[in-house]
């Protein structure tokens, strides 16, 4: 290539279009590290606002203006470029940008190497001059030992600089250098040319506290000779030779660091706002920077620095908590949360979770105080804080009725309360749980709980008896005691409630009351008219005599406990029975123990919520509160309850919701979780398999009813075959439920209830078999029969005959026949026979052929001899083998 191509980048061979410009082109090398270098072309162009001189004109009016604080040079040099702008193409104006740029950088590396170098020298001269004062510091002391007198000479060779005396010695000679400092002074402030930190409008705190120590000493130079030296010696110290060029070098020291930071924060990239400043590329300070300047100096200002006490939080810590959520709450870095952890030998990340125990740890090592939740502290605790005196006022007393079924509980019901509850049973059995009250002659109120008294209602008793205060035992004149009257016994021993025994049916020829007393003796039962504390009373609720007797022994009762209860604080009481009905949606019959009921009130009973839609009464009318042992019907449910489930007002919805989430959630737990394996676990799981399943879908009308049926049923299972129970739920069947049975072939079992339109239809086309019943008898004892028709009939065998085989025979070309000997029963032919050895079986099938004598016959008894032989043309005989004919029987299986 030739020296042009090389010349090839340089910037400024094509002269633009407009004026004519004087450009001076130049070669500036650049070092770098590790000994590499380039050189650059660049070019400077005049400035014509600056006047006519080529060279000077950029640096000498910059170093005159320096020094005075104003900014104006700054904007003077976009200004002066302006005209030119216009004329310039795109191109062009970019590259002149950059060579503008490129100036600018040369010339503060330039004269950063200048002031570097005249900072040597100053550094070399201040040095000098020092090691001059300290020669004639050292020099000075002899002279004034000969005498006294001379002693004012030192004073004015101190003075002479400032008074330019013409009759001094020949020391005096020192102030020549007085037309040096101006020399330094001009180059230090020489730097300033860049405007350095022209920017911040922030005033610096430590510029002004030197400013007050230089005014003393020039005023204690003038006042005393003596105190001259020691003035003299103690700049010297500190690197000034006297104090007034102290003073004057003191300034500049602060804005040449300064300057120094200014070019530091010139470096970076360019930009054209930077390329069109007219600062020689001084960079603005930013918001933000301008900000925090502030808000540092305010913290200084208020005395912010020192260090902040720590704040002491009370973390809510629950049984589980990511080491995160943790940090937030401690307000501390998750960083350090895990630095702690790892030292305890725990390898965490921020988003692993850590039990209580371990929170609490972190939590006392940082300072703060724990405070432990757990998720059971969102249920609502039971009330057992007794009221006061001075609240409590007289309540009626519940009274449940119990005993055997066909007794005639309900008939006695019917007589007190003057209704006729029995022809509205099916089978004229009670088969829910019902609550009544009562209005007596005298204004007062009795309210009657009636229990079923079938076996299958155990459940339902055993509640009765828990919400009641006195229990009715009725019991037939003419039947006796039956196993459910011991268990409504055993149920209310374990209530601990008191009971009256109403012996009934006494109306009938047969009813022999005294030895119904006399049986009571033996389940420790003893009554009044026996020396007991247990009253008794006969009635006839068919002739409706005793009833009277009855009611006043209840009322007595009652009198002697005090029965009491505060009405004006939430209500609480518990759900008697469930239901979901077609037009009201969950209904549930609840029993208030303390507190009034409002239409309004926000309850959460079990895992269900609601809020009070309305309330009615035993009798169909709605009421606006219900008060202690009152009955009533609740609608506006979200779901239908269990029985025997408590219910409690609460203040708002969403705690009724939070409450009721929390123990549907355990329940789901509950139902989930499997319990720990063991090998009796793994035995009776591996037994269950191998037993054959009997899959039900239940669905009746009332959640008591639904329990008591279930019940049932799991008491059928065998180890043959056990029942699975794939839904139970109250209401009528829905296309749901129809879907679920027909993906496993279960039967749907209805009781008290029938399946719509369109459920009827999808139980059609999928096979569906829909069961309806409204006797629990009737419904126990079909279930029964089909689990057993499940497992098909039993087969029972039977052995005929016996025979031992004594000698072996050929029989045709293959076939073999055996010689019996019939031991006992009788050998047929057209039984089943098998050959034992040794008592091990190795032939089973049939007598293909049974001969005596060369002549067919049907059978041979025992004492006798005769051949047969096998079919399958089993050849495998010896003699000593037995042959045993039997017989199988099939007979029904019963569970």
Excluded: W
Excluded at 206 to 213: D, G, L, S, T
Excluded at 274 to 300: D, F, W
Excluded at 592 to 614: C, I, M, P, Q
Aim: glycine content about 8%.
């Amino acid at each position: 290539m030739s020296d042009t191509d090389n010349d090839k980048p340089k910037l400024g061979m094509r002269q633009p279009l407009g004026l004519k410009r004087t450009v001076e082109t130049g070669k500036v090398k650049q070092s770098f590290s590790h000994g590499r270098s380039n050189t650059v072309v660049v070019e400077v162009k005049r400035r014509r606002v600056l006047g006519p001189n080529a060279g000077g004109p950029a640096e000498a009016p910059v170093v005159e203006e320096a020094p005075a604080p104003a900014p104006a040079p700054a904007p003077a040099a976009p200004v002066a470029r302006a005209p030119s702008a216009p004329q310039l193409s795109p191109q062009e104006r970019q590259a002149q940008l950059l060579r503008e740029a490129e100036e600018q950088r040369m010339a503060a590396l330039e004269e950063a190497r200048r002031r570097e170098d005249a900072q040597r020298q100053a550094a070399a001269e201040e040095e000098r001059r020092r090691a001059e004062e300290k020669s004639k510091v050292a020099e000075t002391p002899p002279a004034p030992e000969p005498a006294e007198a001379p002693a004012p000479a030192p004073a004015p060779a101190a003075a002479a600089p400032a008074a330019t005396a013409p009759a001094a010695p020949k020391p005096t000679p020192t102030p020549a250098p007085a037309p040096v400092p101006p020399a330094p002074v001009a180059v230090q402030l020489d730097p300033s040319l860049p405007a350095p930190r022209r920017f911040t409008p922030v005033a610096r705190p430590e510029i002004p506290k030197p400013a007050p120590a230089p005014a003393p000493a020039p005023a204690q130079a003038a006042s005393s000779a003596s105190a001259a030296p020691a003035q003299r010696a103690a700049p010297t110290g500190t690197g000034q030779a006297t104090p007034r060029r102290g003073a004057e070098t003191s300034q500049p020291a602060r804005p040449g660091q300064r300057d120094r930071k200014g070019e530091e924060r010139r470096g970076g990239k360019l930009t054209v706002n930077r390329a069109l400043g007219g600062e020689e590329g001084a960079r603005a300070r930013s918001l933000a920077a301008l900000k925090r300047a502030r808000e540092k100096e305010h913290r200084r200002h208020l005395g912010g620095g020192a260090p902040r006490e720590k704040q002491v939080r009370d973390v809510v810590v629950p049984d589980a908590i990511t080491v995160q959520e943790l940090a937030n709450r401690m307000a501390e870095k998750g960083a350090d949360l895990v630095k702690s952890l790892f030292k305890m030998g725990m390898p965490v990340t921020v988003n692993q979770t850590i039990d209580q125990d371990t929170a609490e740890l972190l939590v006392t090592e940082f300072g703060h105080n724990i405070t432990r939740v757990s998720d059971s502290d969102i249920d609502l605790s039971t009330d057992v804080v007794e009221d006061a005196p001075e609240t409590l006022k007289p309540r009626p007393p519940v009274v449940t009725i119990m005993g055997h079924v066909d007794h005639g509980k309900t008939s006695l019901l019917d007589a007190l309360r003057g209704t006729d509850v029995v022809r509205g049973e099916a089978g004229g059995i009670t088969q829910h749980i019902g609550a009544y009250q009562v209005t007596l002659k005298d204004k007062s109120k009795i309210t009657f709980l009636d229990t079923p008294g079938h076996e299958a209602f155990s459940e339902m008793r055993a509640r009765g008896a828990n919400v009641t205060d006195i229990v009715v035992l009725v019991v037939a004149a003419d039947d006796g005691l039956m196993p459910q009257t011991i268990e409504a016994i055993n149920h209310t021993k374990a209530a601990g409630v008191p009971m009256i025994v109403a012996i009934n049916k006494v109306d009938k020829p047969e009813a022999n009351p005294q030895r119904i007393r006399e049986r009571l003796l033996e389940h420790e039962v003893v009554v009044e008219q026996m020396g007991g504390d247990v009253q008794d009373v006969e009635v006839s609720a068919l002739k409706k005599t005793g009833l009277d007797e009855l009611i006043e022994k209840i009322q007595l009762q009652a009198e002697l406990m005090e029965l009491k209860a505060n009405p004006d604080r939430d209500a609480e009481g518990t759900v008697i029975e469930a239901k979901l009905d077609k037009g009201r949606g969950p209904v549930a019959t609840v029993l208030v123990t303390r507190g009034t009921l409002k239409v309004g009130d926000v309850f959460v009973v079990g895992a269900e919520s609601g809020k009070v839609r309305a309330l009615v009464n035993d009798k169909g009318a709605q009421l606006k509160e219900a008060g202690p042992s009152m009955p009533v019907e609740i609608l506006g449910i979200s779901g239908v309850p269990s029985a025997g489930d408590p219910l409690q007002v609460v203040e708002n919805e969403a705690r009724a919701r939070e409450v009721a989430a929390y123990r549907a959630g355990v329940i789901q737990d509950k139902r989930t979780t499997n319990a720990p394996a063991s090998l009796e676990s793994m035995f009776s799981a591996l037994k269950a398999n191998q037993a054959i399943e009997y899959p039900l879908v239940v669905k009746a009308d009332t959640q008591g009813t639904v329990e008591a049926i279930v019940g049932s049923l799991n008491k059928l299972s065998t180890d043959e075959i056990r029942v699975r129970i794939l839904h139970s739920g109250v209401g009528g069947i829905t296309e749901s439920d129809v879907t679920l049975a027909g993906a496993s072939g279960a039967p749907i079992i209805g009781f008290n209830v029938r399946a719509n339109a369109k459920a009827r239809e999808i139980a059609e086309r999928q096979k569906v078999a829909l069961k309806y019943y409204d006797v629990i008898y009737d419904l126990i004892d079909e279930i029964r029969a089909g689990m057993a028709g499940e497992l098909g009939p039993e087969a029972f065998e039977t052995v005929v005959g016996r025979a031992e085989i004594r000698e072996v025979f050929s029989a045709g070309k293959h076939g073999k026949a055996a010689g019996l000997l019939v031991v006992d029963g009788v050998i047929r032919k057209a039984l089943k026979a098998r050959i034992t050895r040794e008592d091990v079986i190795i032939y089973q099938g049939e007598i293909a052929s049974l001969r005596r004598f060369k002549d067919d016959v049907a059978e041979v008894r025992a004492g006798l001899e005769c051949g047969v032989t096998f079919t399958q043309n089993f050849t495998d005989i010896k003699p000593g083998d037995f042959l045993e004919t039997f017989e199988v029987e099939l007979r029904e299986r019963t569970l």
